[in-house]
């Protein structure tokens, strides 16, 4: 039997860490194969196992699930706050700063975890039946970005997948570039409807409001549709009230959406998680 491979355990700081490394290794020594191990101490794992037991182990990242993605989210910001961000110097173009943050944290998470990155096809950006989330990057000027309009049930119900919203401050100088991200915002797809529609139908129903009086409503408000669309809709809304939503959604091409109010809802609401630097 080989020696066990503690020499360089020093590198790993918090003692459960160190722990976790003594069961993974002893793991190793009763069978061969593969082994899905804590992200904290994968490169240091995976070099013990190739320079000091020389035998081929497959390391398997774990599974991103929402909570890592929402912890991961934090800490990419913490990060890229402090960084020279020297490919943006100069640049005013907010897509060209969104798309820009949303490679850069899609990279941080293919770097730690399993998780699927998704296409103009797929719509979303992390389209994996557990994610289902969409990335957003804008700038504390003026919180607010598109989306893909679906259907008018959108703007009542919800999008259908759950918002990361990234709000940055950007500041120049002639050789830097800070990113101070001043908010990170996780919308749970049940929280992605308009505000102020959900909570005036919300009222109506609760007042008891006829189905007259709910298509009399959507038209006042131009939510988009005809006349079947507006029967649906109130059948609906009646006897499935909407939760509460905290967008504002503005008709157009696309869904605008701004994010003002759900940014800074302090963690009061269930659904969305929030943090401000």
């Known amino acids: 039997m080989l020696p066990k491979p503690d020499v360089i355990l ?40 190739l320079l000091c037991c020389g035998k081929e182990l497959t390391i398997m990242k774990p599974v991103l699930t929402i909570a890592e993605l929402i912890e991961s989210a934090r800490r990419f910001c913490e990060i890229e706050s402090e960084e020279n961000h020297v490919t943006l110097i100069g640049v005013t173009d907010g897509k060209a700063v969104g798309t820009y943050v949303e490679h850069k944290f899609q990279h941080f998470l293919q770097s730690r975890y399993r998780v699927e990155i998704g296409n103009s096809a797929k719509g979303i950006d992390l389209p994996s039946a557990g994610i289902q989330t969409d990335i957003k990057v804008t700038s504390i000027t003026q919180p607010q970005s598109s989306c893909p309009f679906k259907n008018a049930r959108q703007k009542i ?90 967008l504002t959604i503005s008709n157009a091409l696309q869904w605008r959406l701004q994010y003002t109010r759900v940014i800074t809802l302090n963690n009061l609401v269930k659904g969305v998680v929030n943090y401000e630097w």
């Open 157 to 246: 119900y919800g999008l259908g997948y759950h918002l990361l919203v990234f709000v940055y401050d950007k500041r120049d100088t002639d050789h830097s570039c800070t990113l101070h991200f001043t908010h990170c915002t996780f919308i749970n797809k049940s929280r992605t409807a308009d505000f102020t529609i959900t909570k005036r139908l919300r009222e109506m129903v609760s007042d008891g409001a006829n189905k007259e009086d709910i298509i009399g409503f959507l038209q006042d408000r131009n939510v988009p549709g005809d006349e079947i669309v507006y029967n649906d809709l109130a059948d609906e809304i009646i006897h499935d009230p909407p939760k509460q939503g905290y």
């Open 10 to 49: 020093h590198h790993i700081r918090p003692t459960g860490h160190r722990l976790l490394m003594y069961i993974h290794v002893d793991a190793f020594y009763q069978k061969s194969g593969t082994i899905s191990i804590e992200e904290p101490i994968r490169l240091y794992y995976n070099i013990i196992v």
